[in-house]
């Protein structure tokens, strides 16, 4: 079974400034692929940013960015220039090909102006 | 609306009754997933299903709940006898065939149980 952990239950960053939130996870599958997702307080599931585990280079989205490691399984995310907009829940997520996604338990992070 | 729909997105019932969420996926896509999303936690699969087959429920309670996606229609996941700790968010997402960029989940706005 694959699991996914984020140890950090919550984060803050002052407004423009850079921000990365932490996530491992373990899995015996070798193609599979890893995402974030924002939920804002409307709780919407909105996705950030997708990445294929056969690729080695890191995704890119605008603000967002990976520094997605294989051998390690770390997935992590980082927000350049922080925005107000940017406060919410994220999760990090882990899907097998035409599978289920397995989320972890989520961030909260706070932008502050 | 191009997106993945859900109705109604907040839903009262008394225990005993039941509940049905309805999920109508984004336009050409054929694979539907549900979540549920209990207070202050993340969201835990319930089941995935294709058109007219259940492809994956090991997520779903044994007992109360079910889910088809028929060949017309929406995605409706039943509860029967609800129980407060039924309250939650469901949230539906769905996916398209093939492999790749077709495979990414995306998701409604979520349905609000909640069991008085």
């Known amino acids: 079974a694959q699991t996914v952990t984020q140890s950090q239950p919550e984060m803050s960053v002052q407004e423009a400034e850079t921000v990365t939130l932490s996530c491992t996870y373990d899995?015996?599958?070798?193609?599979?692929?890893l995402f974030w997702y924002k939920q804002p307080p409307s709780r919407q599931m909105i996705l950030v940013i997708r990445q294929e585990a056969y690729k080695q280079q890191n995704a890119t989205e605008n603000r967002f960015s990976v520094n997605f490691q294989k051998a390690a399984k770390s997935f992590s995310l980082k927000i350049s220039d922080s925005q107000l907009g940017d406060a919410a829940m994220y999760f990090c997520a882990f899907m097998r090909a035409n599978s289920k996604l397995t989320f972890g338990k989520g961030i909260t992070l706070s932008v502050r102006p | 609306n191009a997106g993945v729909m859900q109705n109604p997105r907040h839903l009262v019932r008394r225990r005993g009754q039941e509940a049905r969420l309805r999920c109508s996926p984004m336009?050409?896509?054929?694979?539907v997933y549900w979540y549920r999303q209990l207070p202050e936690e993340g969201l835990k699969f319930m089941v995935y299903?294709?058109?007219?087959?259940?492809?994956?429920e090991s997520g779903m309670p044994k007992e109360r709940f079910s889910a088809e996606f028929p060949k017309e229609g929406p995605s409706i996941l039943r509860i029967q006898q609800v129980v407060r700790g039924d309250s939650a968010a469901y949230f539906c997402?769905?996916?398209?065939?093939?492999?790749?960029?077709?495979?990414?989940?995306?998701f409604g706005p979520g349905t609000r149980l909640l069991v008085l």
């Open positions: 997402a769905s996916s398209g065939r093939g492999t790749g960029v077709q495979e990414t989940q995306y």
């Open positions: 299903l294709q058109k007219e087959n259940i492809i994956d």
């Open positions: 899995t015996s599958e070798s193609d599979y692929y």
């Open positions: 336009k050409g896509h054929s694979h």
